[in-house]
C-alpha cells in the first residue's frame, strides 16, 4: 500500500469513528430507558371489596383488578388485554371481563372465552391473611 | 466503498460539477484567514446545537411539575443524557464567542458597506435572535438560577414608556413567571427562533455568495455602479471556497468542538451558577443571581443607571445604532485603520463592553 493510501485509509477510519462516536451514544440516548419498577406489595383490606365486587389499582406500575368471586374467592388479574394492550373492565351481570377495543371475553380468572387475544390474562399471585389482601 | 456511493450519486445528480461551478468558482479574497469565516462556523455549531437539542426533547417535559425532574432524569438515567446536554450548554456559550468574534472581525473589514447592507441587517437581527434562543433556554431546566434569571431579563421591557408593560406580559404570558412562561419560552426555542434564524442565515449566506466576502484591497462600489449587478469583486488573490475555505471551516469547526469536549471533561460543571442545581421556588429569591457573561454589560447598565428610563433609552439606541449601523455609516472610506475616530470608537465600545461585562458580575 502506497503512503498516499494508507493516509487516506486512516483519515477515512478518523472519519467514521467520529460519526460512530456520535451516533452510538445518540442510538442509545434515543433508546427507551429501561427503569424496573421496584416491587412493593399492595395491600387491601378485604371490607373494601365485598362478593361479587371488584376493586382497581395498580401493582408494580401495571393496571390490575382485584375481583372478589362469590365462590371462587380473591382472583387479582393484570388488566393489560393480550391481544393489543386494551385495559379489560368487569361486566358484573355475566361476570366476566371485557375489553372495550376488539370485544375480547375473559372468564374471572382470566381465560379468554372468545375474540382475538392469543392468551389469557395475567394473573398476579395474592393471599389474604389477617382480614388484609396481600398482592405481590 | 465511499468511492462507489460517491460515483453513484456523481453520475446522476453531478456533485463533482456542482463542487466546481458553483463553489469552486466562489472565491473568497486571499487576505482572509480563519478568523473571517467564523460564520460558516457558527452554522456548524447551530447544527450541533439542533441534533443536541432534538435529542433532549425526547425526553423533556415543558410543565413547571416535571421540567427539572426531567432533566435530573436526562442527566442521570437515559444513555449518555449527561453528554448531549453538557454539549448543549457548552455549545451555546462557543456559539455566543463566535457571535460577538465574527460581528467584531465584520465591522473590522467593513464588511457591512455597499453592497452588503443587508447583510449586516439580517446578520445583526439574527445576533439578536441567538440571545433570545439563550434566554429562553435558560428558563427550561426550571431551576432556581433559570427562573430568577428570566424574572429579572423578562422585566426589562417593562421599562419602556407605554407599551413596555404590554412587551413583558406577552413574553411571560402571565402575571409573573408561570407554567405559561415555560410553555412559551419552550415553543419560542425549538419552533419559532429556529424557523426565523434558518430563514435569516438563508438570506445572510445567499447575499454573501451574490457579492463575495470583502476584501481589504477591493474598492467601495460606487452608488451608480450598484445600478445593476456587477457579480462578485474580482480579487488580486483568492482562494476557492471548495475545497480551501471550506476545509479551512472545517478545521476551526473542530477546534470548536475539542473546546467543547475540553470544557465538558475538565470543568464537569459547565460554568453553571449552584442555583441551577435547585427546582425553581417561585416564592424564595436566591442571593446573586447574575444572568450569563454574555448579557452581563446591558445588564450593569441597567443595574447601575439610577434613572431606568435614561438606562432603556441607552439600551434601545445602541441596539437601533447596531442593526442600522450599515445605513448610518456613510463614509467612502473603506479601512477602520484609516479611520481614527471610528477605531477609537471601536476601541473604546469594546473596553467598555469588557468593563461592563465585569462590573455586572459583580
Known amino acids: ?136 | 466503498m465511499l468511492k462507489r456511493v460517491y460515483n453513484w450519486l456523481d453520475g446522476r445528480y453531478g456533485i463533482s460539477d456542482f463542487l466546481d461551478k458553483q463553489l469552486g468558482r466562489f472565491y473568497y479574497p486571499g487576505d482572509s484567514t480563519g478568523w473571517d469565516n467564523l460564520g460558516f462556523v457558527m452554522i456548524v455549531i447551530f447544527t450541533v446545537q439542533a441534533i443536541t437539542g432534538a435529542l433532549l426533547a425526547l425526553y423533556y417535559v415543558p410543565e413547571p411539575d416535571q421540567a427539572f425532574e426531567s432533566i435530573i432524569f436526562i442527566m442521570n438515567l437515559t444513555n449518555f443524557g449527561w453528554l448531549f446536554r453538557a454539549m448543549h450548554i457548552v455549545g451555546a456559550h462557543i456559539l455566543v464567542a463566535l457571535l460577538f468574534i465574527h460581528t467584531f472581525v465584520v465591522f473590522y473589514r467593513a464588511g457591512y458597506k455597499r453592497p452588503r447592507e443587508l447583510n449586516w441587517i439580517t446578520g445583526s437581527i439574527t445576533f439578536f435572535i441567538i440571545m433570545l434562543f439563550c434566554i429562553t433556554g435558560l428558563l427550561l431546566p426550571w431551576s432556581q438560577y433559570g427562573y430568577w434569571v428570566t424574572t429579572i431579563l423578562v422585566s426589562i421591557p417593562s421599562m419602556i414608556p407605554f407599551v413596555g408593560e404590554k412587551i413583558t406580559e406577552f413574553l411571560r404570558g402571565d402575571q409573573y413567571v408561570s407554567g405559561a412562561t415555560l410553555m412559551r419560552f419552550y415553543g419560542f426555542h425549538i419552533a419559532l427562533l429556529p424557523l426565523i434564524f434558518i430563514t435569516l442565515i438563508a438570506a445572510h449566506v445567499f447575499i454573501i455568495f451574490r457579492t463575495g466576502y470583502s476584501s481589504y484591497e477591493d474598492e467601495l462600489v460606487s452608488k451608480d455602479e450598484l445600478k445593476t449587478y456587477k457579480g462578485r469583486p474580482f480579487y488580486k488573490k483568492a482562494i476557492p471556497f471548495y475545497p480551501d475555505v471550506l476545509r479551512r471551516i472545517l478545521k476551526v469547526s473542530l477546534l470548536c468542538m475539542s473546546i467543547m469536549f475540553g470544557v465538558i471533561t475538565f470543568n464537569l460543571d459547565l460554568g453553571l451558577s449552584e442555583y441551577a442545581y435547585i427546582k425553581a421556588d417561585p416564592l424564595s429569591t436566591p442571593l446573586m443571581v447574575r444572568p450569563p457573561w454574555y448579557l452581563l454589560a446591558p445588564y450593569a447598565i441597567i443595574r447601575e443607571v439610577p434613572d431606568k428610563m435614561v438606562a432603556i433609552t441607552i439600551l434601545i439606541l445602541l441596539t437601533v445604532l447596531f442593526i442600522f449601523w450599515s445605513f448610518i455609516d456613510f463614509s467612502d472610506k473603506k479601512r477602520l485603520i484609516k479611520r481614527p475616530i471610528l477605531l477609537g470608537f471601536f476601541i473604546a465600545g469594546l473596553i467598555s463592553w469588557v468593563l461592563f461585562t465585569i462590573w455586572g458580575g459583580y
Open chain 1, 1 to 136: 500500500m502506497k503512503r498516499r493510501d494508507f493516509l487516506k485509509s486512516l483519515f477515512h477510519l478518523l472519519g467514521l469513528s467520529t460519526i460512530a462516536s456520535f451516533v452510538y451514544p445518540a442510538i442509545k440516548f434515543i433508546a427507551p430507558v429501561k427503569v424496573s419498577a421496584k416491587f412493593k406489595p399492595v395491600e387491601l383490606d378485604v371490607k373494601l371489596i365485598p362478593a361479587g365486587e371488584v376493586y382497581k389499582t395498580t401493582f408494580m406500575d401495571i393496571p390490575i383488578i382485584v375481583i372478589h368471586h362469590p365462590k371462587k374467592g380473591f382472583i387479582a388479574l393484570s388488566r393489560v388485554c393480550t391481544h393489543l394492550g386494551c385495559l379489560v373492565d368487569y361486566d358484573r351481570s355475566e361476570s366476566k371481563l371485557i375489553c372495550p377495543c376488539h370485544g375480547a371475553n375473559f372468564t374471572v380468572e382470566g381465560r379468554v372465552i372468545s375474540g382475538p387475544p392469543p392468551k389469557p390474562l395475567q394473573r398476579v399471585p395474592l393471599i389474604v391473611k389477617n382480614n388484609r389482601i396481600i398482592i405481590g
